[in-house]
Structures are given as structure tokens and as C-alpha cells.
């Protein structure tokens, strides 16, 4: 037995040349990725079929040494070889190496048919095992990066890296931003997070940091092969938060105020935490909840981003396009929004104080005639009459 096993090996040896050549053409004649790829690459590649053949003498040699013969058979190949041929293609390779093998050994014995067939599993299996941990490690390295990402948005630290690390995590988003905060105390689906929001066409980054749970959510590019096909429409990222929610504890849910790109998503990510430290004053408040809408409890809260938002979005655009409106918009306000006590006090018909107040709606946006916008438009004139004048109120003018 062990003469012709001595036998065998001298006659593998003696033919692994020949088999090598023969594989290196019968890969060339029926994979096409292996002819379009450079040389280098090429080269590599028929180095890793050279080192199977090889292994599979040393393996017939002494069977025992399956475990690290098999990975050899890789060990062998650059890393940027992992990264350039899919686990398929590296099956496919494997199935042309150990065709060539079985066509040329097995008709010689029954024995050699079979180490054949063993040692292909082997080497099979040694090669998911190789894509496998490659995919592990980079599933490690791309969940350290997209915490690091987060957590820069979330501090407001971002640096010249910032874009190239959103670019190294595949992020797919290609215009505004927004970020969602709340919080989770189970264990999170981020897959399930991953696919509901690409069902909505948004790209999400998750950050989780203890109890609390941060989603950065970002228009994706969409792609058309008709150039003049109309966009489909995109869904509200309130709509999306909408969806999400159930990913979420109980509590608070807070969206931040939609930015221009994920690089400016900290001012979202700013509004986003300071409306969760407030969301809870206000008795009315939706899950979940724009932060722009809890402007007044941010700002009594001494949030200098939600007051310069009141002065921006509504006290300056008011002063701006007319001082009448503003000035009926205070009388209003501080008559208990009542239109008949706003047209005595300013000597107006209550119509003219209806049309007034429909184009302070038209300007800024916000209808004085609900309660909670009112709220939040009394807000508005109180922090920007303070940063004009102090805390004198503006002197309505004699008639």
C-alpha cells in the first residue's frame, strides 16, 4: 500500500507542471473575467491555481494537514486579490483547478478520484472560511467608521476627513440630510433600519450610544435610464421617521430640521438633541416631532441655535417686508388672539386684521390663528424684540 502511494506521489510530481500549464489555459478559455483582468491580477490568480495543485500533492502526501494546507492555497494571493474576484469567481476557479486535476489523476485509481473529491471540499470550504473573515473584519472596521461619522455629526466636530469617510462606508446619499433622535433599550435591527429606510429612498448611518439611538438619514441618488423620465418623488423625511418608529423605545422621537448635505447635518443633529431635552414639556407633542416645532421650549431652555432660528425664520423676515404686519401681529397676540381687540386697538376693521394676518402666513409661514403657532410666533417676536432692542418692546406709532 505504501509503495504505491510512493508510487502515485512520484508520478503527481512529475506531472504538476504539466498540470499546471493546462489549468492556466483552460482558465483562459472558460471564465471570461479571468482574460479582462491585468496581468498583475492574472498572475496572481494563476499563482493561486499553481499553489492548489501543489497542495492537493502535499495534502495526498499527509491528509493530517488539511487545516493549513488548504488556507495556503490563499495565503498566497495579494490582499487586493480578495478584494478584486467575488467568492463566486474564486469557486469557479477552484471548479476549473480540480477539473483539470480529476480529467488528468482519476482514471489512474479510485483512490486518487476520491482524495480529489475530499480535498476540493477542503478547499472549498477553506475558501468561504478566507472571504468570510475578510468580510467580518471589514464589518468591523465599517461599523468603528460609521460610529466615528455619527458621533462627529453629533458633536459637531467634523474635519477635512469627514467626506471621505462617509465616501470609504458606501454612503449612497447624494443630497439632504436630516437626523432623527430618540431612544432604544433592546437590542436594534440595523438591518431592518437599513432596508426600510432604502424602501423609502433614503441612505441611514446608525449610531448607537447606550440607551440612545441616532439615525442619520439622507436623501439617495436616483439613477434613471431614461434622461427624460421624471424624478420620482421623494417621500418627507417626517414620513420616514414615521416608518421608523417602531425601532424605537418609548420616549421622545425628535427629527432635526432638513439640511443641504450630510456634511452639514450637525445643525440637524444640534436641533435634533436639543428638542429631545425639552419634548417633554410639551403635552401635544406628535412621535415623531420636527424640532423646529419645539422652538419655544428650546429656546426657554437657553438653545442659541433655536433662538436664532425664531430671529431668522420669522422676526426678521417680518421686519423686513413690513413693519404693519409685525405690529399687528403683536396686538394680535397680545389680545388673546382675538380680532375684534386687535381692530379697536389699531383702529383697523377686523377684516383688514384677517388679510394682515394672511400675509404674515404667506411670508414666514406659520399661521398666527392656531394655538401652538401662536406659541411659537409670540416666541419669535419676544427673542427677536430682544436682540433688536433689548427689553424694551417695539412703541407701536402714533396716528
Same mark, same amino acid.
Given at each position: 500500500?505504501?509503495?504505491?502511494?510512493?508510487?502515485?506521489?512520484?508520478?503527481?510530481?512529475?506531472?504538476?507542471?504539466?498540470?499546471?500549464?493546462?489549468?492556466?489555459?483552460?482558465?483562459?478559455?472558460?471564465?471570461?473575467?479571468?482574460?479582462?483582468?491585468?496581468?498583475?491580477?492574472?498572475?496572481?490568480?494563476?499563482?493561486?491555481?499553481?499553489?492548489?495543485?501543489?497542495?492537493?500533492?502535499?495534502?495526498?502526501?499527509?491528509?493530517?494537514?488539511?487545516?493549513?494546507?488548504?488556507?495556503?492555497?490563499?495565503?498566497?494571493?495579494? *490582499? @487586493?486579490?480578495?478584494?478584486?474576484?467575488?467568492?463566486?469567481?474564486?469557486? /469557479?476557479?477552484?471548479?476549473?483547478?480540480?477539473?483539470?486535476?480529476?480529467? *488528468?489523476?482519476?482514471?489512474?485509481?479510485?483512490?486518487?478520484?476520491?482524495?480529489?473529491?475530499?480535498?476540493?471540499?477542503?478547499?472549498?470550504?477553506?475558501?468561504?472560511?478566507?472571504?468570510?473573515? &475578510?468580510?467580518?473584519?471589514?464589518?468591523?472596521?465599517?461599523?468603528?467608521?460609521? &460610529?466615528?461619522?455619527?458621533?462627529?455629526?453629533? !458633536?459637531?466636530?467634523?474635519?477635512?476627513?469627514?467626506?471621505?469617510?462617509?465616501?470609504?462606508?458606501?454612503?449612497?446619499?447624494?443630497?439632504?440630510?436630516?437626523?432623527?433622535?430618540?431612544?432604544?433599550?433592546?437590542?436594534?435591527?440595523?438591518?431592518?433600519?437599513?432596508?426600510?429606510?432604502?424602501?423609502?429612498?433614503?441612505?441611514?448611518?446608525?449610531?448607537?450610544?447606550? !440607551?440612545?439611538?441616532?439615525?442619520?438619514?439622507?436623501?439617495?441618488?436616483? @439613477?434613471?435610464?431614461?434622461?427624460?423620465?421624471?424624478?420620482?418623488?421623494?417621500?418627507?423625511?417626517?414620513?420616514?421617521?414615521?416608518?421608523?418608529?417602531? =425601532?424605537?423605545?418609548?420616549?421622545?422621537?425628535?427629527?432635526?430640521? !432638513?439640511?443641504?448635505?450630510?456634511?452639514?447635518?450637525?445643525?440637524?443633529?444640534?436641533?435634533?438633541?436639543?428638542?429631545?431635552?425639552?419634548?417633554?414639556?410639551?403635552?401635544?407633542?406628535?412621535?415623531?416631532?420636527?424640532?423646529?416645532?419645539?422652538?419655544?421650549? *428650546?429656546?426657554?431652555?437657553?438653545?442659541?441655535?433655536?433662538?436664532?432660528?425664531?430671529?431668522?425664520?420669522?422676526?426678521?423676515?417680518?421686519?423686513?417686508?413690513?413693519?404693519?404686519?409685525?405690529? !399687528?401681529?403683536?396686538?394680535?397676540?397680545?389680545?388673546?388672539?382675538?380680532?375684534?381687540?386687535?381692530?379697536?386697538?389699531? =383702529?383697523?376693521?377686523?377684516?383688514?386684521?384677517?388679510?394682515?394676518?394672511?400675509?404674515?402666513?404667506?411670508?414666514?409661514?406659520?399661521?398666527?390663528?392656531?394655538?401652538?403657532?401662536?406659541?411659537?410666533? /409670540?416666541?419669535?417676536?419676544?427673542?427677536?424684540?430682544?436682540? /433688536?432692542?433689548?427689553?424694551?418692546?417695539?412703541? *407701536?406709532?402714533?396716528?
Amino acid at each position: 500500500m505504501e509503495r504505491s502511494k510512493e508510487r502515485e506521489l512520484s508520478w503527481l510530481r512529475t506531472i504538476a507542471g504539466e498540470l499546471a500549464t493546462q489549468t492556466m489555459a483552460r482558465l483562459e478559455e472558460t471564465l471570461p473575467w479571468y482574460g479582462e483582468m491585468p496581468p498583475s491580477r492574472r498572475s496572481a490568480v494563476g499563482l493561486v491555481a499553481q499553489t492548489g495543485i501543489s497542495s492537493f500533492i502535499q495534502w495526498y502526501e499527509d491528509p493530517s494537514a488539511t487545516p493549513w494546507i488548504a488556507s495556503d492555497v490563499f495565503s498566497v494571493a495579494p *490582499r @487586493e486579490l480578495l478584494r478584486s474576484i467575488s467568492l463566486q469567481e474564486t469557486l /469557479q476557479l477552484i471548479r476549473v483547478v480540480v477539473s483539470v486535476v480529476e480529467e *488528468r489523476v482519476a482514471s489512474r485509481s479510485e483512490e486518487l478520484r476520491e482524495a480529489i473529491l475530499h480535498y476540493s471540499r477542503d478547499v472549498a470550504f477553506a475558501a468561504a472560511d478566507v472571504y468570510a473573515r &475578510a468580510a467580518e473584519a471589514r464589518g468591523l472596521w465599517d461599523a468603528r467608521l460609521e &460610529a466615528l461619522v455619527v458621533d462627529s455629526i453629533l !458633536t459637531g466636530e467634523s474635519d477635512d476627513e469627514l467626506p471621505s469617510r462617509i465616501a470609504a462606508l458606501g454612503w449612497h446619499g447624494a443630497g439632504e440630510a436630516a437626523v432623527l433622535v430618540g431612544t432604544s433599550d433592546r437590542s436594534v435591527d440595523v438591518d431592518q433600519i437599513r432596508r426600510t429606510a432604502r424602501h423609502s429612498g433614503a441612505d441611514v448611518l446608525v449610531g448607537l450610544q447606550g !440607551t440612545r439611538l441616532v439615525l442619520v438619514l439622507g436623501r439617495m441618488a436616483q @439613477e434613471s435610464k431614461d434622461p427624460h423620465a421624471m424624478p420620482p418623488a421623494q417621500v418627507p423625511f417626517l414620513e420616514i421617521a414615521e416608518r421608523l418608529v417602531d =425601532f424605537f423605545a418609548d420616549g421622545p422621537l425628535v427629527l432635526g430640521p !432638513t439640511v443641504e448635505n450630510l456634511v452639514s447635518a450637525s445643525r440637524s443633529a444640534r436641533a435634533a438633541l436639543a428638542g429631545i431635552a425639552v419634548a417633554r414639556s410639551w403635552r401635544g407633542a406628535t412621535r415623531p416631532v420636527g424640532a423646529d416645532d419645539l422652538l419655544p421650549e *428650546r429656546a426657554l431652555a437657553g438653545d442659541g441655535l433655536a433662538r436664532r432660528t425664531l430671529i431668522e425664520q420669522i422676526y426678521e423676515p417680518l421686519t423686513a417686508h413690513s413693519g404693519e404686519l409685525l405690529e !399687528t401681529l403683536w396686538c394680535y397676540l397680545d389680545n388673546g388672539r382675538s380680532l375684534e381687540a386687535t381692530a379697536r386697538e389699531l =383702529f383697523v376693521h377686523p377684516n383688514t386684521v384677517r388679510y394682515r394676518l394672511k400675509k404674515v402666513s404667506e411670508v414666514i409661514g406659520w399661521n398666527a390663528t392656531g394655538a401652538r403657532e401662536a406659541l411659537i410666533l /409670540q416666541a419669535a417676536l419676544i427673542v427677536g424684540s430682544i436682540a /433688536q432692542h433689548g427689553a424694551k418692546r417695539p412703541v *407701536r406709532a402714533k396716528r
